[in-house]
C-alpha cells in the first residue's frame, strides 16, 4: 500500500512539472508580444512576428502574408530615404533577412501617393529637426505625433547640425506621416449584427441588400467574381480612393494578390458593374497599432563609402477606421539611425595592389585622343635604358 502511494505521489509530481513546462513554453513564445486594447491610448504593441492570435504588420509590400496582417507603405518611404540619401546602397545584413531583401526592392515609392496625402523629413538628429517635424505635421494634417516622443530620449540631442561637425559618428532621423480621409457619396446601409467566419458573432457591417438604395449601386465596381470564395469589388470615394475588397483562398504576398485582381479583371467578361441581384456586405473596422520592427536595429552594415552604419529603432504606427458613411487611415514610421567614419572602426580588410614594374615590361607613348601609339618599347635589360 506504502508503494503505491509513493508512485502515485511520483506520477503527480511529473504530471505537474509538465504542465509547468508547457506553460512556460507558451509563455515563452508569445513573450514579445504586449497587448493593451484598453490602456496605452488603445494601441496594439507588436514586437515580432510569431505569435498567431496578434496583428502581423508587414515592413513591405512583398512579405509574406501570414495570418492577420497589415502594411502599410510609410516605413517603405523612410527606409528608401534611408538607402537612397545616406547608405546609398542596398542594405546588407550578415546573414541577410528576408524582410531587407523586399525592402531594398523599393516596390514602393512617394510616386504612389499624392503630395497632399504625405509628409516626409530626414536629417541629422536634433533639437531643430524635431521642431521642423512637428511645425510641418500640425500645419499640413492638423496632427500631432504618435512617435517623436514614444521610445525616444530628447535629453540628450544636440540643438542644431553645428554639434556634428568633424564628428565621426553622426546620428539620424527618417520620418514619415501619411494621413487620408474619404467619404462615400451615399451612406451605406447599417447592420448591427452578423457572424464572421462562422465563428465570431454581432460583428458590425455595413452592407446593400434587397432593401437598399440603387443609388449605392454605382458606389461598387466589380473587378471580379468566379465564385462566393473568389470574388473582388472596389468602393469608391468622393475623393478618388478605392476601398479594394477581394476574397481570395490562396495567402500570398499583397503584391501577388492586387497582381491576381488585375489578372483576373481582364479575364472576368460579365458585369462589372453593381446590379439590384448583387449583395454586399462589408464589417466595420477600427485598429490601432504600434510595431517595432526589432530584426531589423543593432545590426552593424557598410555603406557605399564604407562607414558602419546601424539601425537603432524601427517603429511605425497604423491607425484604420471603416464604416458605412467614411473611413480614415493614418501612419507614421520611423527610423533611428547611426553612420560612423570607418576610419573610426576596423574597417574590412584592403587588398592591395602592387603595379610594380621591376620585371620585363612593355611601354608604349600616345597621344590620348589618337587610335595608336608613337613609341613602343619592351624592356628586359633595364641596363641598356638607363645609360
Known amino acids: 500500500m506504502k508503494k503505491k502511494i509513493i508512485i502515485g505521489i511520483v506520477c503527480f509530481l511529473v504530471l505537474l512539472v509538465c504542465l509547468f513546462w ?25 514586437t515580432s512576428w510569431k505569435s498567431d492570435w496578434s496583428i502581423h504588420v508587414l515592413t513591405s509590400i ?95 540631442v544636440p540643438q542644431s547640425d553645428d554639434y556634428y561637425d568633424w564628428k565621426p559618428l553622426k546620428k539620424y532621423w527618417f520620418y514619415a506621416m501619411l494621413k487620408k480621409i474619404f467619404k462615400f457619396e451615399n451612406v451605406f446601409d447599417q447592420l448591427d449584427k452578423w457572424k464572421f467566419n462562422n465563428k465570431y458573432k454581432d460583428v458590425k457591417y455595413f452592407w446593400i441588400d434587397d432593401d437598399s438604395s440603387s443609388k449605392l449601386y454605382k458606389q461598387v465596381y466589380v473587378y471580379y467574381y468566379n465564385s462566393e470564395e473568389d470574388f473582388a469589388v472596389a468602393l469608391k470615394t ?19 494578390i492586387y497582381s491576381n485582381i488585375l489578372n483576373n479583371e481582364k479575364k472576368y467578361k460579365w458585369k462589372h458593374y453593381f446590379t439590384e441581384d448583387d449583395y454586399l456586405k462589408v464589417p466595420e473596422l477600427k485598429v490601432k497599432t504600434l510595431t517595432e520592427f526589432s530584426e531589423l536595429e543593432n545590426k552593424e552594415f557598410y555603406a557605399n563609402d564604407w562607414d558602419i552604419c546601424k539601425i537603432e529603432k524601427a517603429l511605425q504606427t497604423i491607425e484604420l477606421k471603416l464604416d458605412k458613411e467614411w473611413g480614415e487611415i493614418k501612419s507614421e514610421a520611423r527610423i533611428d539611425f547611426e553612420k560612423t567614419m570607418w576610419i573610426e572602426m576596423n574597417p574590412p580588410k584592403i587588398e592591395h595592389r602592387y603595379f610594380y614594374f621591376d620585371k620585363p615590361y612593355v611601354m608604349f607613348l600616345k ?3 589618337k587610335d595608336l601609339p608613337y613609341f613602343a618599347a619592351q624592356i628586359s635589360d633595364i641596363t641598356l635604358f638607363q645609360n
Open 22 to 46: 508547457r506553460y512556460y513554453l507558451s509563455h515563452k513564445e508569445n513573450s514579445d508580444y504586449i497587448v493593451d486594447l484598453w490602456g496605452n491610448n488603445g494601441w496594439i504593441y507588436d
Open 62 to 156: 512583398d512579405d509574406e502574408v501570414l495570418g492577420d496582417s497589415m502594411w502599410c507603405g510609410t516605413f517603405q518611404l523612410v527606409w528608401n530615404d534611408m538607402v537612397n540619401e545616406v547608405v546609398k546602397k542596398d542594405v546588407e545584413f550578415n546573414p541577410q533577412l528576408k524582410i531587407v531583401e523586399n525592402l531594398n526592392k523599393q516596390t514602393f515609392t512617394n510616386k504612389q501617393l499624392s503630395p497632399s496625402s504625405y509628409y516626409s523629413k530626414f536629417w541629422l538628429l536634433t533639437l531643430d529637426l524635431k521642431a521642423e517635424i512637428e511645425n510641418w505635421i500640425k500645419e499640413k494634417f492638423n496632427e500631432t505625433s504618435d512617435v517623436l516622443d514614444q521610445w525616444a530620449d530628447w535629453s540628450h
Open 238 to 256: 468622393k475623393e478618388w480612393e478605392d476601398v479594394i475588397l477581394t476574397r481570395w483562398i490562396w495567402w500570398n504576398s499583397f503584391t501577388n
Open 367 to 369: 597621344e590620348s585622343d
